[in-house]
């Protein structure tokens, strides 16, 4: 499981509210991803880092940004939540560059819940 | 844009059966790689196996093959001898081989939910 944390596991919040999401991983691993699940959508990316202080938008980035300050880190922020953002959240990394069809590692997710 | 669709929202088999679930795909790429992933209810993705598009041959894990067709953009899992703890929710995955910056980004399917009768 590439030893991938995500904090808190569940939260409800007010829309309008600032919400931070944090994913931890104890591998050294380079890239960290953000994916949101949806019924009928399956997992999308909102944002991705290929490194400390290099970050990416994904698919549905809208509304969400992120930051990562060192490689064990990538938060995810939601400035204003909106119900839209409910959703459940995983953090995933990877390894290193593309030389094969490398695994990607998933945290165990966060379910928000926005009213 | 790369897309993933997976046209059965829900399957079902009876234990021990065999099952095959739907993938199709649409790249204007030659190189690039498949993924079945499955979700249980616990929520934490497993990845179940992977294909390279260059490959001919179709990947096999135990109980679990593919049926890749690469001029068909299909790429179905089958699911040999099912057992109860397959249940779970099946995601299927492309990724480009030339990957920007470095960065695997996966693109999912919508999603199975097969249930195992007993």
């Known amino acids: 499981d590439a030893g991938i944390t995500q904090s808190p596991r569940h939260k409800v919040t007010e829309t309008g509210t600032p919400v931070t999401l944090r994913c931890h991983q104890t591998e050294n691993h380079r890239y960290m991803y953000w994916y949101r699940q949806d019924p009928g959508h399956g997992l999308r990316l909102i944002h991705y880092?290929?490194?400390?202080?290099?970050?990416d938008k994904g698919e549905v980035s809208d509304g969400y940004s992120v930051s990562r300050s060192k490689t064990e880190d990538f938060l995810l922020t939601l400035e204003s939540a909106t119900s839209s953002q409910t959703s459940v959240y995983f953090c995933a990394t990877t390894h290193r560059a593309s030389g094969g069809p490398n695994e990607q590692f998933f945290g165990p997710g966060t379910r928000l819940t926005v009213l | 844009a790369q897309t993933v669709t997976q046209s059965q929202p829900e399957m079902s088999v009876q234990e021990a059966e065999t099952v095959t679930l739907s993938c199709t795909y649409d790249t204007s790429e030659s190189d690039y790689y498949l993924f079945w992933y499955k979700q249980p209810p616990s929520r934490q993705m497993i990845l179940v196996i992977r294909?390279?598009?260059?490959?001919?041959q179709n990947a096999t894990e135990n109980r679990f093959s593919v049926n890749f067709q690469k001029a068909a953009k299909s790429f179905s899992l089958k699911i040999s001898d099912s057992q109860l703890g397959d249940a779970a929710m099946y995601f299927c995955a492309y990724r480009s081989a030339r990957p920007v910056q470095g960065a695997q980004k996966l693109v999912f399917g919508q999603g199975t939910r097969l249930t195992i009768n007993p």
């Open positions: 880092s290929y490194g400390v202080k290099d970050t």
């Open positions: 294909q390279e598009a260059y490959k001919q």
